[in-house]
């Protein structure tokens, strides 16, 4: 008789409230569904596939005061509850639902009580059922999964940061020290609609699943993750190594991670790595700029989007010295004066622009305190900041031809 198919899982979870925050708004949970309760850490549950049912949630919450805490624990009893209402589904429609349910419960506490508006938290979980793990996101609470040598990040970050990056209007380093950092594009109780991304990744033996806070990501690389959690087979200890490194690099949030540990012959036997992506599917997506109705902002940089919105308020004087085209090239002075006007102009203009972008920036100022921020209008800013060097290279270019010239006029007179 062949043996049975099994899945071996290993969890734990901890939360730190980190070296600076006076409270911990940061929660999470993890379970095993068949028999309803948290494993000890380190502790293995083995079950047929078939039976394999278990549920991993990290919620970071915010809003001051104590609604940030109210949120997040809101949204993690709120998960465990709501799952218990849609029997007879697929598991992704499942967990979709359920955290829009819990998103829509959270965004009703808010409206009807006034200490708690402005509450709201990240989500993400990860329902693993048979050999496979569901992986939702509302937020900047990230999953990664772990795979022989390789480390993979499931999410994309719902954030500011991330919108930019992707549309080339900021690298990651810059992004590093950017006063945007901590905005989020979405959030439960944020709003009333939530969109949910969804991935759903086929599990083989000897995956690790960490679902973790932005307290933990913004210390700790994915390459340092790897290292720990593969030098450390005991999973308390890694995640304490974790918090440690993420507390002595100033833990200045709270810091928060789950991790699950898969094994047992039910799963994909002796993967390999380099096939993770093939092994992993995305349901949903969260498309802030679509879901706006804007169009394909990969084109942003290269089309005057910007430029347009703003035609009203940048004004410059064009200059008058500039020559008819048909007489343009009738002579070296003419070059020369020609060459000196546009670089004026071109400076006339980049003083208006940089003069315009500092106003605009005060104006978002204004809108983040008042938690109103224009998405719109911050890509259109972006796009204008980016025209800026352009406008420095154009000057220098322009410069370097007038000396080109002028060299050209006193050898002409030499010879």
């Known amino acids: 008789m062949p043996a049975k198919h099994l899945v071996k899982v290993r969890m734990c979870g901890k939360t730190d409230v980190g070296c600076v925050r006076q409270n911990n708004e940061d929660n999470f949970f993890m379970a095993d569904l068949v028999d309803g309760f948290t494993p000890l850490p380190n502790e293995t549950l083995t079950r047929p596939t078939m039976d394999n049912r278990v549920l991993l949630a990290v919620a970071d919450g ?21 799952f218990l209402h849609f029997p007879g589904i697929g598991s992704s429609e499942r967990l979709m639902r359920a955290i829009q349910q819990v998103n829509q419960h959270i965004w009703n506490i808010g409206r009807k009580h006034i200490q708690y508006r402005g509450m709201a938290t990240t989500l993400t979980v990860a329902l693993v059922e048979g050999s496979k793990a569901y992986i939702a996101e509302v937020g900047d609470s990230r999953a990664y999964i772990l795979r022989g040598d390789r480390i993979k990040q499931v999410t994309t970050d719902q954030s500011w940061l991330e919108l930019m990056i992707e549309q080339g209007l900021m690298s990651r380093e810059a992004a590093k020290s950017s006063k945007h950092r901590n905005m989020i594009l979405q959030s439960i109780g944020g709003q009333q609609e939530v969109k949910v991304a969804l ?11 960490l679902l973790c806070s932005d307290g933990l990501s913004e210390k700790v690389s994915s390459a340092e993750m790897l290292v720990i959690l593969r030098k450390t087979p005991n999973l308390e200890q890694a995640c304490n190594q974790m918090v440690t490194i993420a ?4 833990g200045e949030d709270n810091i928060t991670l789950v991790v699950a540990h898969f094994d047992g012959n039910g799963l994909i036997a002796n993967p390999a790595p380099e096939e993770l992506i093939s092994h992993i ?3 949903s997506v969260f498309d802030h700029v679509a879901d706006m109705g804007v169009r394909d902002t990969r084109k942003l940089s290269s089309e005057q989007r910007g430029l347009a919105d703003f035609k009203t ?17 009738s002579q070296n002075q003419q070059l020369q004066e020609q060459a000196i006007a546009l670089a004026e102009y071109l400076e006339t203009f980049q003083l208006a622009l940089e003069q315009q972008l500092h106003d605009l920036d005060e104006y978002t100022n204004w809108q983040l305190k008042q938690a109103k921020l224009d998405i719109q209008l911050q890509l259109a800013i972006e796009t204008l900041k980016s025209t800026v060097p352009s406008l420095g290279q154009l000057r220098i270019a322009l410069d370097d031809c007038n000396n080109h010239i002028v060299r050209c006029t006193e050898n002409k007179k030499n010879s």
């Open 281 to 283: 599917e995305v349901i």
């Open 247 to 250: 507390k002595d690099r100033g």
């Open 62 to 82: 915010m809003g001051g005061a104590a609604a940030g805490e109210v949120a997040s624990e809101l949204a993690i009893t709120g998960l465990k509850e709501e």
């Open 199 to 209: 991935t759903a990744v086929e599990l083989a033996a000897g995956d690790i699943l």
């Open 313 to 329: 308020t940048i004004r410059v004087k064009t200059p008058s010295t500039i020559l008819p085209s048909q007489t343009l090239y």
